[in-house]
């Protein structure tokens, strides 16, 4: 495994604490499985002819936005926090 350094936002920083507190996992754990379910769809939306996707400031947090369906994205946060 390699170590990579990252600065977060202090915001961010305290979504990955309340995240890793609130699921049992480490915070180092929390932000790879934040990588691990992300990064594939982020590749996908890149690659894909849509809509480039553009960052937005949402509640002091930097998000993408584009057009894949917001129901499509909360029900893969749902599915990931019960395990599936």
């Known amino acids: 495994m390699t170590t990579y350094p990252l ?5 961010l920083l305290e979504a990955v604490k309340r995240t890793a507190k609130e699921t049992g996992l480490s ?9 691990k ?14 809509e480039p996707l553009k960052l937005v400031n949402k509640g002091g947090f930097l998000m993408l936005e584009g057009d894949l369906p917001r129901e499509e994205i909360l029900e893969a946060i749902r599915a990931d926090r019960q395990g599936k």
Do not use: T
Request: net charge negative; charged share 35%; aromatic share 4%.
């Open 7 to 11: 600065g977060l936002p202090d915001e």
């Open 27 to 35: 915070q180092a754990d929390a932000m790879r499985q934040a990588l």
């Open 37 to 50: 379910f992300g990064l594939p769809q982020v590749r996908e939306r890149l690659e894909a002819e849509r």
